[in-house]
């Protein structure tokens, strides 16, 4: 059993709830030990807050880090951005012994001080490097046979790659890799590789947002037969969750039929034997048809 503190953000328990729940439940009987902790706060946000702030942003993250380093064990989290912003500052702080003072000359008012010696690994990671994808297969309960897949890695899990080390950010392969162990088919797009947009909904450049979903769901409903998209990111699930309905606007060749969207943690609850119900697909805007669900 891998044991890791888990870092649920900001995101998840407050938009996602379930997906917290079904890594709490779930993630045990894949052999991976996940425990709370509540001095965790904001990572915080790697593109706005980030910009806004960039001297913030690191004494804000090597705190988290530093109750990580108190508690002696590495950290997992389920959302790109959080590992993104904690991976990234810990590289850099690690890397320059001049930032680290500085922030550490921030810590010491609140009696923290961050040493550099946690790793930061979302989940993903975890299942790549620490269980491995043939040992994710022999756990699955219910192998998602006939169900195609495409996958969305998102940007903040393949890059800076020289930092994450995930995967090749272009041409990712390692997150079709955990669809194909749970018995998926993973289907291959053009825009695989395409951000979501969430950058520019936040600027509050709607048309373009709408643009990028379209863009990513228009390639995968017309060239690739995939049922689902599936990610493992907060953000990228609900551009093209809720994003999708939005986007239909501006492009109404997706309102004909629209495609669902599962987070990681929730294909991997199908596939350990949930259903529908059990992993909060009700709280979706975007479901399928069931006859979708027939081939499980």
């Known amino acids: 059993m891998t044991k890791y503190l888990f870092f649920k953000g900001c995101t998840i328990p407050a938009k996602l709830p379930n997906v917290e729940k079904l890594a709490l439940d779930i993630l045990p009987e894949i052999g991976i030990e996940l425990q709370e902790e509540e001095q965790f706060s904001c990572c915080p946000d790697p593109v706005q807050l980030e910009g806004a702030n960039h001297y913030f942003w690191l004494a804000v993250a090597a705190r988290n880090l530093a ?31 001049e930032l680290k003072a500085a922030v550490n000359n921030v810590l010491k008012e609140i009696g923290k001080e961050y040493k550099g010696t946690v790793k930061v690994k979302h989940l993903m990671q975890v299942i790549k490097e620490d269980l491995g994808y043939e040992n994710l297969k022999s756990k699955v309960k219910k192998p998602l046979h006939g169900l195609k897949v495409a996958s969305h890695p998102g940007c903040h899990l393949l890059m800076p790659d020289e930092i994450l080390k995930y995967d090749d950010p272009t041409d990712p392969q390692e997150y079709d890799k955990f669809v194909s162990a749970l018995g998926a088919t993973a289907v291959d797009y053009i825009t695989k590789v395409d951000c979501c947009g969430v950058s520019l909904n936040l600027v509050g450049d709607k ?90």
Request: net charge neutral; proline share 3%; with cysteine.
């Open 67 to 97: 109750i990580a380093e108190e508690k002696g064990l590495d950290i997992m989290t389920l959302c790109n951005g959080c590992l993104n912003t904690l991976a990234v500052t810990n590289a850099k702080l690690q890397k320059s012994a």
């Open 207 to 296: 048309e373009a947002n709408n643009k990028c979903i379209a863009n990513k769901l228009l390639d995968i409903k017309n060239h690739t037969g995939a049922q689902i998209l599936s990610t493992g990111c907060p953000f990228c699930f609900t551009q093209f969750d809720m994003g999708q309905i939005m986007a239909s606007r501006d492009y109404p060749e997706l309102k004909d039929s629209k495609i669902p969207v599962l987070y990681a943690i929730e294909l991997l609850g199908l596939a350990m034997g949930k259903s529908l119900d059990e992993i909060g697909y009700k709280t979706h805007r975007i479901k399928p048809e069931i006859k979708v669900w027939e081939v499980m």
